[in-house]
C-alpha cells in the first residue's frame, strides 16, 4: 500500500460514515412496531402499550345508543431523543339496544378511520348521514361516518374480517375493514365499564 | 478481425453505454437549448419560468426559516406572527405560490413534452427528468405545508402517512393475472418485512404524526431543494448554459404576477391542526385533490398502487410510443391519452371540491368515459392511417362491450328468469359498484381482452404509421 492509497481510504472512511448515518433509519426494519417476523427471526416487535386503562360507571349510559368519547393514550416508539411517544387516540364508546333495558351491550371504536386514519364521527341523525355521507340507513339508525373519504359503518352490523367476525360493518365508501376495537370489559362489582387494550395496526 | 458472433457481448454493451450517453447528452432540464423556440412560444419558456420560480422560493424560504419555530407547539403561532407583519407576510406569500407556480409550471412542461413527443429521438430521459422534477416539486411542497401544522396539513399528512401500510394487507380483488401478481407480491413480501408499516413510519418519525414527523418533513422540505440546488449548479457550470433564458421584462412580468397574487389572495393559514377533530370538507392542497377523489373511489390497496405508479406508467407509455410521428394530431392515441389524465385531474379536483362522490354511481362513468374517448382516439387514428385492424381489433370488439357494459349498468334487478338469467352468471344482484363490478366473471374477460386489443393495437399503430410515412417519403 502506497500513501496515496491509504490516504484515499482514510478520506472514504468518513464518506462511509455519512453514508451509513444516511441509510440508518431502514435499520427500523430490523425491529418493527407493525408486527414480528415469521419464526422468531430477530427480536421482538416493541409493539404500542396501553398507558392507563379508561372507566365509564355504567351510569353514564342511560339508554341504548348514547355515546360516550374518549381518548386512550398508547405509548408507541418514536425515533426522537426520548425514544417513545404517547399517541392519543380517539375513541368511542357506543351502548347498543340490548334485549331488555338493563342488558348493557357496547361497542367501543376507535375513531381513526381504518381507511386512511381520518377522525369519523357518530351520526345519530339520518338526514346527516344522507345528506353529506351517501348513505341513508334503512332503519333510519344511527351510524358512524368518515369525513375525509366518507366511509359509513353501522355498529349494528358484522362483517367478516380473516375469518374473524367483527361489529361495524362497512355500509357505504371505500373502507376495507370495520373500524380498530377497543378490549373492554364489565366490572359487575363497582358497575363501570373498563377500557383496556386497543387493536393493533394504522397510524394515530 | 473477429469471428461475427450473432450477438457480441462487448459489442452489446458498447451499445448500451452509447444508448444512455446519447439519452444523457439530450437532457435539458429547464429549457435551456430551446433558445431559439423560446422566441416564439411561451410554452418553451416553461422550463425557465420553473427555475425562475424556484430560485425566488429558495430565496423567501431561507428568510421564513429565520422566524419559523419547527416545533408542533409553537410552529403555527410562529406563522401567525410571520403573517402579522407585512413584509414577512408577504415574502411568505411568495413562497407558497412560487411553490405553486413550480408545480404548474412543471405539469404544463410535462404536457408540452408529451404533446410535441419531444421524447422522440433520444430525448427520454429529458422527459423521465421532467416526471422526476414534477414529483419532487410536489412532495416538496407536501412536506412543506405539514410545516403550517394546520388541519388541512394534518389530515393530508394523515392520509399520506396510511396509505403506504395497506402494502402489508392482502389485495381485495384479485380478478385477473396481473393484479393477482402484485397483489401475492406484496403481500408474501409484506409478512417478511412489514414494508408499508416500516415506510409509514420511516416517513412520520413514529407511529404517529408528532414532532418527529416535523422534524423528518422539515428537513426533507430542505433536502430535496438543496440536493437539487447543488447538482442544478454543478449542471449549469459544466455545461456553461445561462441559467434563466427570459428576457428582462418576461421576468419582471413573472415576479409581478407573483406579488400580484400574494397581494390579493394572500396565503391562508386555515384553523389549527387538532388530533381529534376531522373537518367535514377536507381537502389537500390542490394538485393532490385528483388523487384524493380517486381514493373515494377505489379500493385503498389498489388507490395506492396507482397513486405510487402514475408517473410509472406515464414513463411506460412513452416507450410504447415508437413511431416516427411527433405531431400530435398524427397519433391520436396519445393525445387521447393525455387529454383523457387532463380531464380527469381538472373534473376530479372539481368534484372533491363539491364534495361530490358516490361510490355507488360515479366510477362506472368514468370507466365508460375512459372507453369511449379511446374509441374515438381509434376511429381517429383510422381517418388518418386506414388501418382495416383497427377496425377489426378494437373499435368493433370494444363498442360490442361497451354495449354489453351498458346492458350491466342498465340490466333488471333481481335477474329475470329463463335464457336471460344466463347473463346474469351467478350475481343476481350486480351493484353499481366498482368493487362488486370487478368481481363479474364477464368483466374479468372483458378486462384481459380490452386490454390485449389495446396493447396489440398499440404495437400495430407504432409500426403502421413508420410504414405510412415510409411510403410517403417513397412517392415523394
Redesign the interface.
Known amino acids: 500500500m502506497n500513501r496515496r492509497l491509504f490516504l484515499k481510504f482514510a478520506l472514504s472512511v468518513p464518506l462511509f460514515g455519512a453514508l451509513l448515518l444516511f441509510v440508518s433509519p431502514l435499520f427500523r426494519y430490523l425491529k418493527p412496531t407493525a408486527g414480528p417476523f415469521p419464526h422468531g427471526m430477530v427480536s421482538k416487535p416493541d409493539m404500542p402499550s396501553s398507558v392507563k386503562p379508561i372507566t365509564f360507571p355504567l351510569s353514564a349510559f342511560p339508554e341504548p345508543w348514547v355515546v360516550q368519547e374518549f381518548v386512550y393514550e398508547q405509548k408507541a416508539p418514536e425515533y426522537t431523543r426520548q425514544g417513545a411517544q404517547i399517541s392519543k387516540i380517539p375513541g368511542y364508546v357506543l351502548r347498543i339496544p340490548g334485549k331488555s333495558p338493563d342488558d348493557y351491550q357496547f361497542v367501543a371504536y376507535s375513531r381513526i378511520c381504518p381507511h386512511m386514519g381520518c377522525i369519523f364521527r357518530y351520526l345519530p341523525d339520518p338526514a346527516e348521514s344522507a345528506a353529506s355521507f351517501n348513505y341513508k340507513p334503512p332503519q333510519g339508525l344511527p351510524v358512524f361516518g368518515c369525513p375525509c373519504h366518507l366511509s359509513v359503518y353501522d355498529p349494528l352490523q358484522d362483517q367478516n374480517v380473516d375469518g374473524k367476525s367483527m361489529s361495524g360493518k362497512v355500509v357505504s365508501g371505500p373502507a376495507p375493514r370495520p373500524p380498530r376495537q377497543f378490549a373492554f370489559h364489565l366490572d359487575e362489582a363497582s358497575k363501570t365499564l373498563v377500557i383496556t387494550d386497543l387493536e393493533r395496526g394504522g397510524i394515530a | 478481425m473477429g469471428v461475427n458472433l450473432p450477438f457480441n457481448p462487448p459489442q452489446m454493451l458498447d451499445k448500451a453505454f452509447r444508448y444512455v450517453s446519447d439519452r444523457f447528452a439530450k437532457i435539458d432540464v429547464f429549457d435551456e437549448t430551446k433558445t431559439d423556440l423560446q422566441a416564439s412560444s411561451p410554452w418553451y419558456q416553461l422550463g425557465s419560468i420553473a427555475y425562475l420560480y424556484w430560485i425566488i422560493t429558495v430565496i423567501t424560504g431561507l428568510i421564513l426559516v429565520a422566524f419559523y419555530i419547527p416545533s408542533t407547539f409553537q410552529a403555527y403561532d410562529s406563522i401567525i406572527a410571520i403573517k402579522e407583519n407585512l413584509i414577512l407576510g408577504i415574502i411568505r406569500g411568495m413562497h407558497k405560490y412560487g411553490g405553486d407556480a413550480i408545480i404548474i409550471a412543471s405539469t404544463l412542461k410535462v404536457y408540452r413534452m408529451w404533446f410535441r413527443a419531444e421524447y422522440k429521438n433520444k430525448g427520454e430521459f429529458a422527459f423521465i427528468l421532467a416526471m422526476i422534477i414534477l414529483v419532487a416539486a410536489m412532495y416538496s411542497g407536501l412536506t412543506g405545508y405539514l410545516l403550517i401544522w394546520n388541519q388541512r396539513a394534518f ?1 393530508a399528512t ?2 399520506f ?3 403506504p ?2 402494502l ?2 392482502k389485495a ?1 380483488t384479485e380478478y385477473w393475472f396481473f393484479p393477482k401478481l402484485v397483489g401475492t407480491t406484496t403481500f408474501l413480501l409484506g ?4 414494508q408499508g ?2 415506510v ?3 416517513l ?9 414527523t416535523m ?1 423528518r418533513f422539515f428537513s426533507l422540505h430542505f433536502g430535496i431543494s438543496l440536493i437539487a440546488l447543488v447538482i442544478s449548479e454543478l449542471y449549469f457550470y459544466k455545461n456553461r448554459y445561462k441559467r434563466i433564458n427570459l428576457p428582462r421584462w418576461s421576468v419582471l412580468t413573472f415576479i409581478g404576477m407573483l406579488l400580484l397574487t400574494t397581494i390579493v389572495l394572500p396565503a391562508e393559514m386555515g384553523s389549527r391542526a387538532n ?8 381537502l389537500s392542497d390542490w394538485y393532490f385533490l385528483a388523487l ?1 377523489q380517486l ?7 389498489w ?1 395506492t398502487i396507482w397513486t405510487v405508479g402514475i408517473p410509472f406508467i406515464t414513463i411506460a407509455l412513452m416507450f410504447l410510443d415508437f413511431g416516427p410521428e411527433r405531431d400530435p394530431w398524427k397519433r391520436p392515441i396519445f393525445t387521447v391519452a393525455a387529454i383523457i389524465g387532463l380531464i380527469d385531474f381538472i373534473l376530479f379536483s372539481i368534484l372533491i371540491i363539491m ?1 361530490v ?4 354511481r360515479d366510477p362506472p362513468i368514468w370507466y365508460a368515459q375512459m372507453i369511449v374517448m379511446m374509441t374515438v382516439a381509434e376511429l381517429w387514428h383510422y381517418a388518418i392511417y386506414r388501418q382495416i385492424h383497427v377496425w377489426l381489433f378494437f373499435v368493433v370488439p370494444n363498442l360490442l362491450l361497451s354495449g354489453w357494459y351498458f346492458f350491466l349498468y342498465v340490466m333488471p334487478k333481481p335477474a329475470p328468469q329463463g335464457f336471460m338469467n344466463l347473463l346474469y352468471a351467478d350475481h343476481p344482484s350486480i351493484v353499481h359498484n366498482t368493487f362488486e363490478f370487478a368481481k363479474h366473471p364477464y368483466f374479468t374477460m372483458w378486462f384481459i381482452y380490452s386490454l390485449l386489443l389495446l396493447g396489440l393495437s398499440l404495437i400495430f399503430m407504432a409500426t403502421g404509421s413508420k410504414r405510412q410515412v415510409a411510403q410517403e417519403a417513397k412517392a415523394a
Not at chain 2, 295 to 301: A, G, Q, S, V
Not at chain 2, 357 to 360: E, L
Open positions: 389530515w394523515k392520509i402517512g396510511t396509505f401500510t395497506y402489508d394487507v381485495p409478512q417478511y418485512t412489514n408499516n416500516n409509514s413510519q420511516m412520520l418519525g413514529g407511529a404517529s404524526i408528532g414532532q418527529a422534524t388530533p381529534e377533530v376531522t373537518p367535514l370538507p377536507i384524493y381514493l373515494k373511489y377505489m379500493d385503498p390497496y388507490a364534495n362522490a358516490d361510490i355507488n
